[in-house]
């Protein structure tokens, strides 16, 4: 019993290993497709999306202080200020006009 269950154990381990170049080239496929930018989304980005992401980075940094003891007893107040400070933030500042 015991052998069996350290073949089956090794067995999975190199089909796990055997896999990963496939997982790696379907991952960077899918993110090689690079969307058209025109001059209709660079218009809805600046007049909507970047003030609604100000807004949301607002609001979540708000909701952020107010809601800071609870994360803080759970041990999980960089996940929570992740979530509702720097992504916000990096959807607003940091990516290119016209992509989102």
């Given at each position: 019993m015991r052998s069996i269950l350290k073949?089956?154990?090794?067995?999975l381990v190199v089909i796990m290993f055997l896999l990963i170049p496939f997982r790696a080239a379907a991952t960077e496929s899918a993110y090689a497709h690079k969307e058209e930018i025109n001059a209709g989304k660079i218009i809805v980005d600046f007049l909507l999306m970047r003030p609604g992401g100000l807004v949301g980075t607002v609001a979540g940094a708000a909701f952020f202080i107010i809601s800071l003891p609870v994360p803080f007893m759970g041990g999980n107040v960089k996940?929570?200020?992740?979530e509702l400070v720097k992504d916000p933030a990096e959807f607003t500042f940091t990516r290119s006009l016209g992509s989102f």
């Amino acid at each position: 019993m015991r052998s069996i269950l350290k073949k089956s154990t090794v067995f999975l381990v190199v089909i796990m290993f055997l896999l990963i170049p496939f997982r790696a080239a379907a991952t960077e496929s899918a993110y090689a497709h690079k969307e058209e930018i025109n001059a209709g989304k660079i218009i809805v980005d600046f007049l909507l999306m970047r003030p609604g992401g100000l807004v949301g980075t607002v609001a979540g940094a708000a909701f952020f202080i107010i809601s800071l003891p609870v994360p803080f007893m759970g041990g999980n107040v960089k996940y929570v200020a992740k979530e509702l400070v720097k992504d916000p933030a990096e959807f607003t500042f940091t990516r290119s006009l016209g992509s989102f």
